[in-house]
């Protein structure tokens, strides 16, 4: 007869024969879950206060373990998870692991500590208290790199740019402006982030194995202590969740691909064809074939990294489909999808070093942004004044354009003559309409490439990354 001190492990009682050796490591989880001894002892201290409060543990008894529990995490804040896995190869995930080393610490009290608890409210709420403290690490890097695009936006001044549909040249924009639009995505994946952490912010503890625990536990002693707004409402969906994990994927798929699209813009700008962005050395990479090449790794790396992130949440959505309730094993797999992330945060603070390192080629940037007729919507604007409609505004300009094009000037370097062969709306004015500066400010609306409304919407972003700040604080507090 196997039993619980023969085998080591926590539920040996009804087995007659051991477990296939092979079978036994590979379902294991203890290779991975590592990651959440932190989390797992905060758990059990909560469980512990629970416990004494229901009065199965007395006070000192609570003292002891509690103590213990602390030991074990600082014991273990040193190493990394690698050896922790190596000390306990007979552990079978971190809270057999955790019981394990309890035992060692203070003999047959640690055994007391699963009473009223099991292991598939312990693993949801582990799994929580992780995406949580993501999140707030993502929001952080956000706002680092939100706070670099910012910084970029104000040195950037008045400098110009082309903006571009369809990848062809449109009209110019202050540099600001577009840097500024990433900023605004970033700051839509910080918030999607908030909703995403105030959702999962509820305690399982108290839920059981499935139908809730066996000793009238008060549940909001725990919940309290960890941080959480209140206890989850049904043991059935609080131990069978894992919506939270999906969720904080797919929200980062949002962050990835932002991230793609800035990695992809530094990459096209940065080539010489563009020619409007120099790549920091610190940040780039030589050819051990090419002695003149300046490769743009870092940005080409993150446009292949997101990948993981959207295909951790594809194999999460497929993990959750079509799984009954409650608990099952398949959710031990969500754990790694989530694990397997882990890398946002760091990526996103060497994408704010690097925007910070970059240098914008001013002079190179504004002749492109007065090549091509880019002014010739403020030159049908311009007519649209003098009582034209714009469709016709629209086709008189079409036809300078043209003429311009073939002789190889731009609109403003037109005659009044020239000008008046394609209507005769055109006065001495014109010209100073369709300057550099009046083709910008002429887009003098909330949310346009106006100077004023630029430094307007600087003020105003600048607020949105204090709030964001301070509202990360404030839910790591
Ligand atoms: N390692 C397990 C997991 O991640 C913990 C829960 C185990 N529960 C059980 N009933 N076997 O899902």
């Not at 582990?126 to 910012?150: F, K, M, P």
């Not at 549940?219 to 707004?229: H, Q, V």
């Not at 797919?250 to 793609?260: K, R, W």
């Not at 999808?337 to 060497?350: D, G, I, Y």
Request: hydrophobic share 45%.
């Amino acid at each position: 007869m196997i039993n619980e001190q023969q085998s080591g492990k926590m539920w040996s009682g009804r087995f007659r024969e051991p477990l296939d050796a092979e079978f036994e490591n590979w379902q294991r989880s203890i290779g991975f879950d590592w990651r959440l001894l932190d989390e797992e002892i905060a758990a059990s201290k909560a469980h512990a206060s629970a416990l004494r409060a229901a009065k199965i543990l007395t006070n000192d008894e609570t003292t002891e373990l509690r103590a213990a529990l602390d030991a074990i995490a600082a014991e273990h804040a040193s190493q990394a998870g690698k050896a922790l896995v190596r000390d306990h190869a007979t552990a079978e995930d971190i809270h057999h692991f955790v019981e394990l080393k309890l035992v060692e610490r203070v003999g047959s009290l640690g055994l007391k500590l699963h009473t009223g608890r099991s292991r598939n409210e312990q693993i949801a709420t582990d799994l929580r208290l992780y995406v949580r403290e993501q999140i707030s690490l993502v929001q952080n890097a956000l706002a680092a790199w939100a706070n670099a695009l910012v910084e970029q936006a104000r040195a950037a001044g008045d400098s110009v740019m082309p903006s571009y549909t369809h990848l062809q040249r449109a009209e110019p924009v202050l540099v600001a402006h577009w840097l500024l639009a990433y900023v605004e995505m970033i700051l839509r994946d910080a918030a999607r982030l908030g909703d995403c952490s105030a959702r999962l912010n509820f305690c399982p503890l108290g839920s059981g194995a499935v139908a809730g625990a066996t000793l009238a536990l008060d549940r909001t002693i725990a919940a309290r202590e960890l941080g959480f707004t209140a206890p989850t409402a049904n043991s059935i969906d609080a131990t069978s969740d894992r919506d939270f994990i999906l969720e904080y994927l797919q929200t980062l798929t949002f962050v990835g691909l932002h991230l793609s699209r800035f990695a992809e813009e530094i990459t096209l700008f940065a080539t010489a064809e563009f020619g409007f962005i120099t790549l920091p050395e610190a940040f780039s990479t030589g050819s051990s074939a090419m002695p003149q090449k300046k490769n743009p790794d870092l940005t080409e790396l993150i446009r292949a990294k997101v990948g993981r992130i959207h295909g951790a949440a594809e194999a999460v959505t497929l993990q959750l489909k079509g799984l009954p309730l409650a608990y099952n094993k398949d959710l031990q797999e969500t754990q790694e999808q989530a694990f397997s992330v882990s890398f946002v945060p760091r990526m996103l603070s060497l994408v704010a070093r690097f925007i910070t390192a970059l240098q914008f080629n001013r002079e190179r940037m504004s002749e492109a942004a007065q090549s091509g007729c880019l002014n010739a919507m403020a030159a049908a604007t311009y007519l649209v004044h003098k009582g034209v409609p714009f469709r016709t505004a629209h086709e008189k300009i079409g036809h300078a354009v043209r003429y311009a094009i073939e002789n190889g000037v731009e609109l403003d370097a037109l005659t009044l003559d020239e000008l008046r062969q394609f209507g005769e709306e055109f006065e001495d004015d014109f010209f100073a309409a369709v300057t550099l500066t009046a083709t910008l400010d002429c887009h003098n609306v909330t949310g346009g490439t106006a100077r004023v409304r630029v430094k307007e919407a600087l003020a105003a972003t600048l607020k949105k990354i204090d709030a964001l700040i301070q509202e990360v604080a404030h839910a790591g507090s």
